[in-house]
C-alpha cells in the first residue's frame, strides 16, 4: 500500500528522514502516527526510526539532545519540530514485565518492529509514501482486530502494561480483541501487579475517555483487568452499571472520575484516598471533589446562590454536562448566566477585607475575623445587604452588636 498524499506533520519531518536516507541509513516513520493516518485521524507525535546507531545520528545531525540514549533515543532539534529518532533495537528479557533486561541495536526493520505490541501499531512508512507491513496490520485495521504481534504471551511479558493498552485501543478505536490475544491478557492480567499506578492510570483514563467505553469496560471487566487496578477489586457489580450508561463520549478526565466515582457509590469522605491511590494529583482531587458535590446536589434540586458560587465557571460546566447520564437536562447556559449574576465571585470581591475590618473595630485578627468575612459573603450571596462598604459595617454592627461593644 502507498499513500498518495503524506499529512503536513510528515511533510515537514521529510528532510529529517531524507538526510538520514542520504547519509545511507534507512529511516522510517513508526508507531501510532502511522496507524493514525491510516485511520483518517489527527496525528499527536511523529516517531522516527532508523538503522543509524545514536551515535551516527548525532554525526548526521549538528543540534541533538540524548533524551534516552540507553534505548537508543536521540532528540533532533530542527528549525521546525524537534524530533525523537530511536534506532532499530531488540530486547533481551523482561525480569519485571515492565523494562528489558538488555537493549541490542541491530540494522534490521524486522527485528525492530517485531517488539511492538498490536499488529495495528507495527507500521512503519517509508518517505516515500510506502507502507511496511509485516505483520498483516493493514488486515486487522479493515476488520477492526486488535491483535498482538507474535506470540501474545510474549508480549505481555515483556511488558504487562500492554493489556491495559489493549483495553485503551478497544474504548478507542471499537475494535474487537483476537481471540487469542485476549485469552493471553486474561491468562496474564495478574501481571498488572508489577506495573507502576502511574502507568496504569494514564491509560485507565484514556480508556473511559474513548467513545467506545462500554466496550472497552466490558473487555476490563470481561479480562479481569480491574482487580489489579486501584480499588476497583470486589466492584465489578458497579462498574457493570458504569459501563451501561448512555454512551456520550466523555471529554476530559475531571468528568470521567467524578461519574465514575458515582457509579461505585464511594462516599464524598472517601473520595481523596480513592483518586491518591490512583496518584492522582491534588489539583484534580480538588476539581474532583468540587463537581461531585455539585452533581449529587443537581440530580435532585436547583442551584442554590451559595452552590454556584462555590463550584464557580469550570465546575458548573463539568456538572451540568453529567447530568445527560441521568436523564436530566444539561442547563449549563442557565448555570452559567446565574453565576456569572452573582454579587460576588470570591472573597476578595467584598468591599472590605481582613485589614479593613481590624480598623473599624480596632482589634486583632483572630476566630472573629474569619467568621465576620464569612457572614459578610453569605450575607452579599443571599442578598441581605449590598456589596459596599457602609451597609458591610451596619450589617455586621447588628450581625455582631458585642463586636462594637467591647
Known amino acids: 500500500m502507498k499513500l498518495t498524499q503524506l499529512p503536513r506533520e510528515f511533510e515537514q519531518a521529510l528532510p529529517i528522514l531524507k538526510k538520514i536516507e542520504a547519509a545511507g541509513y534507512e529511516g522510517y516513520f513508526v508507531g501510532g502516527s502511522v496507524r493514525d493516518v491510516l485511520l483518517g485521524q489527527s496525528i499527536h507525535d511523529v516517531d522516527i526510526a532508523t538503522s543509524a546507531f545514536p551515535a551516527e545520528i548525532k554525526s548526521i545531525f549538528p543540534r541533538t539532545i540524548d533524551v534516552g540514549i540507553e534505548h537508543g533515543t536521540v532528540l533532533v532539534l530542527s528549525d521546525e519540530e524537534n524530533y525523537e529518532i530511536t534506532t532499530f533495537r531488540t530486547e533481551s528479557t523482561y525480569q519485571d514485565f515492565r523494562r528489558p533486561d538488555h537493549v541490542e541495536f541491530v540494522r534490521s526493520l524486522e527485528e525492530d518492529l517485531k517488539r511492538r505490541d498490536f499488529t495495528i501499531n507495527a507500521f512503519a512508512l517509508k518517505e516515500d509514501g510506502t507502507i511496511v507491513d509485516l505483520f498483516n496490520g493493514l488486515s486487522d485495521l479493515e476488520n477492526q482486530v486488535l491483535r498482538a504481534v507474535g506470540n501474545p504471551y510474549e508480549r505481555f511479558h515483556e511488558d504487562a502494561l500492554r493489556m491495559m493498552r489493549g483495553l485503551r485501543f478497544v474504548s478507542q478505536l471499537g475494535f474487537t480483541l483476537e481471540e487469542k490475544t485476549k485469552e493471553s491478557i486474561i491468562e496474564n492480567h ?82 481523596r484516598a480513592f483518586l491518591k491511590a490512583w496518584k492522582c494529583s491534588n489539583q484534580l482531587i480538588r476539581q474532583v471533589q468540587q463537581a461531585f458535590k455539585g452533581l449529587q446536589w443537581r440530580k435532585t434540586a436547583d442551584y442554590s446562590q451559595e452552590l454556584l458560587y462555590d463550584l464557580k465557571k469550570e465546575s458548573i460546566i463539568i456538572v451540568e454536562s453529567l447530568l445527560p447520564y441521568f436523564d436530566l437536562e444539561n442547563q449549563a447556559t442557565a448555570a452559567i448566566k446565574n453565576y456569572e449574576q452573582l454579587p460576588i465571585h470570591a472573597l476578595t470581591d467584598l468591599a472590605v477585607n481582613g485589614n479593613d475590618l481590624m480598623n473599624y473595630y480596632q482589634k486583632k485578627g483572630g476566630k472573629w475575623l474569619k467568621e465576620a468575612l464569612e457572614v459578610c459573603e453569605t450575607a452579599v450571596l443571599n442578598g441581605k445587604t449590598v456589596n459596599d462598604t457602609e451597609s458591610l459595617y451596619s450589617y455586621l454592627d447588628s450581625y455582631f452588636p458585642h463586636l462594637t461593644e467591647e
Request: hydrophobic content about 45%; glycine content about 4%.
Open 190 to 271: 495478574a501481571l498488572l501487579e508489577k506495573i507502576s499506578i502511574e502507568r496504569i492510570t494514564i491509560e485507565f483514563v484514556k480508556l473511559l475517555l474513548g467513545k467506545n467505553r462500554k466496550l472497552g469496560i466490558e473487555m476490563f471487566l470481561e479480562t479481569k483487568c480491574y482487580a489489579y487496578c486501584p480499588e476497583l477489586k470486589g466492584r465489578s457489580e458497579q462498574l457493570r452499571l458504569f459501563s451501561e450508561l448512555p454512551t456520550f463520549q466523555l471529554t476530559n478526565e475531571v468528568q470521567a472520575w467524578v461519574l465514575l466515582i458515582d457509579q461505585l457509590g464511594i462516599e464524598v469522605t472517601d473520595i
